[in-house]
Every structure is written in C-alpha cells, then in structure tokens.
C-alpha cells in the first residue's frame, strides 16, 4: 500500500520567491517537499545537468543569498552552506520530479505546479482588477482621488516580510 503524504500549499507557497524576475523555489526548499537531502537533490541535478538549462535552473550570486537570508526566517540555515543555493523555476521544478522519479516527487511536483499556476491565477486577476480601476478613475473626477488611492495601496504587494514572534512552548523552560 502506497504512503501518502500531505503536504500543506501553505509550505509550497512560502517556499516561491521572487528572484531575477522570476518565480523560482530553492533547492533547500524542495529537498524538503521531496523528503531528500539537499545534497542528493543537487546531485541528481548534477547527473542531468543537460535537463536544467538556465531558464529553468540558476545557481544564486552571494548578495541574492544574502538578501535571502535576510527576508526568508525559514531559510536562515542557508547562511552557513559552503556552496549558494540553486533556485528552480516551474519548469526546473518539473524537470526535477522526472529526473529524481519517485512516486514523492511525482506527488509533490504536481502540487506545486498547482500552487504556481495559482499564484499566475491571482497575478492576472489583480492586472484585470488594475485595468479596471484606472477606467473608474478616467471616468470620474478628483472627488474620488483618495478612493482610488486607498485602493492602490491595498493592492500593493507587502515589501518586507513581518517577523512574528514564535508561538510555543520550549523544553525545560519554566512557566510564568
């Protein structure tokens, strides 16, 4: 009988980022979702070097690391790997469950090419939401100003990430 794994699209979600332009995930991250060692992933990928050309796989430049490090908290264990990190796009993503091929990887890529193809879904209909608004504003005048600049500020995308503290419990530590 096959195990089936869950995993949340919250944890795929967190794991896209946004960089050079593109939407990619970290080979930490999926290793992760993959149930492997980072090592074994880029390994294989190594083995297949010809499947990732560089729209679909690129290795990240020291300042990206660094930039990384600072925004992502569950990335923070980056800071002290020897090599920087590869960073997938959707298709380095795919290309990846086909060459580690097991019944996982086949599982997790299918969710996280939903998960993408969501996040593609939500981009395009705040553009329509955009296109829309600016024919509201054409149509009427400056008493609706500061509507439409309310709006815009709620459609703009958080540019810093809001550390929250953590919530739980610690072993050995006394209650108050």
Avoid: W
Avoid at 16 to 28: F, H, N, P, T
Avoid at 69 to 85: E, G, M, S, V, Y
Wanted: charged share 30%.
């Amino acid at each position: 009988m096959d195990k089936i794994t869950i995993i949340p699209t919250e944890k795929i979600d967190r794991s896209i980022l946004l960089l050079r332009g593109q939407k990619v995930m970290l080979d930490a991250d999926l290793a992760v979702l993959y149930g492997l060692k980072t090592s074994r992933l880029n390994e294989q990928v190594k083995r297949n070097k010809d499947r990732f050309p560089g729209d679909f796989m690129f290795q990240l430049t020291n300042e990206e690391k660094a930039e990384v490090i600072a925004n992502c908290d569950h990335l923070q264990k980056l800071k002290f790997a020897r090599t920087n990190p590869y960073a997938f796009s959707e298709h380095g993503t795919i290309m990846l469950a086909s060459v580690l091929n097991t019944p996982l990887a086949i599982q997790t890529s299918v969710l996280i090419v939903r998960v993408f193809v969501k996040l593609r879904e939500i981009l395009s209909a705040n553009k329509e939401l955009e296109r829309k608004l600016s024919d509201l504003e054409s149509k009427y005048d400056k008493q609706f100003l500061m509507v439409f600049q309310a709006i815009r500020e709620l459609m703009k995308q958080p540019t810093t990430v809001q550390k929250l503290p953590q919530i739980g419990y610690k072993i050995g530590q006394k209650s108050k």
